[in-house]
């Protein structure tokens, strides 16, 4: 299938674009990735592409990327990079929420802000 005489690498990407097309379950297009990336690293000697990982990354995780609310719909969400540092800059520790005025928590004054303000005055 991938063979070193032959141009592997076009091969490759043409088995992951047949493979992107097939409307499986979660869990069997995790195996059918996994079967393939091992075949090829078997047969080639070598990693494949990052951009044809990427598409077979993006293929597995192809339902997750249309749900709206998925923390509250998951157990364990998966955030991306920029979700995980947005949440967290938002997110107060509960010990401090009792002493905001009312007006700081509707109109989502940030808590750091205050601290340097307690601190110089």
Request: zero cysteines; charged letters at 30%; a positive charge.
């Amino acid at each position: 299938m991938f063979t070193t005489e032959a141009n592997y690498k076009e091969s490759f990407a043409k088995a992951v674009a047949h493979l992107s097309t097939q409307d499986m379950p979660v869990q069997w297009r995790i195996k059918a990735v996994d079967d393939l990336i091992e075949v090829y690293v078997r047969q080639v000697g070598e990693v494949p592409d990052g951009d044809q990982l990427e598409r077979l990354t993006n293929y597995i995780l192809r339902d997750s990327k249309n749900q709206p609310d998925k923390v509250s719909n998951t157990e364990y969400p998966v955030f991306s990079e920029w979700q995980q540092k947005h949440r967290s800059r938002r997110e107060v520790p509960l010990e401090y929420v009792g002493g905001l005025p009312v007006e700081a928590k509707r109109v989502g004054i940030r808590l750091k802000h205050r601290h340097k303000q307690k601190r110089i005055a």
